[in-house]
């Protein structure tokens, strides 16, 4: 069976500090991996994905993440971070089966 | 509209009755997935359909749970005999390439069921 790990809870940055969100997942197979975000208020939206190819890849609003497959890893990350950045954050593995597995998310809350 | 709509979009129930809830894809997704968000928890997988084929029900955690999805339409998710576990965020999400290794899926803003 396929699981995710997002290491960090809750994250707390300045404006403009730098963020990398962990991400794992356990899985044999090829894998698509995805991220989602959760503003406020607001529902669950794609920020970027994985299918085949670079193992950069760069979603909206800056973020990008890169898949070490040695490592079994697809950590998000953003260069400068902004207040607007603050919600939740997803990871989830898509293997074989359609269905998604998703981590129990990252809290990002961005200080002024 | 553009995307996936749910509704109600917030639930009260007491413990033992029964609720439905609604979901309405994108038109012309022909995959539709339903999960379920507990406080503190991830999202977990309930059930999908896709086109004509029988739906994977194999993420409802209990046979209370049931769906039905209509055509390539609205979709519904019916628990029955509510228990105070069952107090979660409800999500369906749609896609067009089910099968294909670039299928995405996409959100709709979920109903927040809450039992008494």
């Known amino acids: 069976a396929q699981s995710v790990s997002q290491h960090n809870h809750h994250v707390i940055l300045s404006e403009a500090a730098s963020l990398e969100l962990g991400c794992n997942y356990s899985y044999g197979g090829t894998v698509n991996l995805f991220w989602y975000v959760q503003y406020p208020g607001q529902h669950l939206q794609l920020l970027l994905k994985?299918?085949?190819?670079?193992?950069l890849v760069k979603g909206i609003k800056g973020f990008e993440a890169e898949f070490i497959k040695s490592k079994f890893s697809f950590n998000l990350r953003k260069p400068s971070v902004q207040w607007s950045d603050t919600a939740e954050y997803f990871c989830?593995?898509?293997?074989?089966?359609?269905?998604?597995?998703f981590g129990t998310g990252t809290r990002l809350q961005v200080t002024l | 509209g553009a995307g996936v709509s749910q509704s109600p979009s917030n639930k009260v129930t007491e413990k033992g009755k029964d609720v439905e809830l609604r979901c309405d894809p994108i038109s012309g997704h022909t995959a539709l997935y339903w999960y379920r968000q507990r406080l503190g928890q991830g999202l977990e997988f309930l059930i999908y359909f896709q086109g004509n084929s029988a739906p994977d029900k194999s993420g409802l955690p209990s046979d209370r749970f049931s769906a039905e999805r209509t055509g390539e339409s609205v979709s519904t998710l019916t628990i029955q005999r509510t228990q105070q576990e069952d107090s979660a965020v409800y999500l369906c999400a749609s896609s067009s390439d089910w099968g294909v290794a670039t299928d995405t899926q996409y959100f709709g803003p979920g109903t927040r069921l809450t039992v008494l």
């Open positions: 994985y299918f085949s190819g670079d193992p």
């Open positions: 989830a593995v898509k293997g074989t089966a359609s269905k998604l597995t």
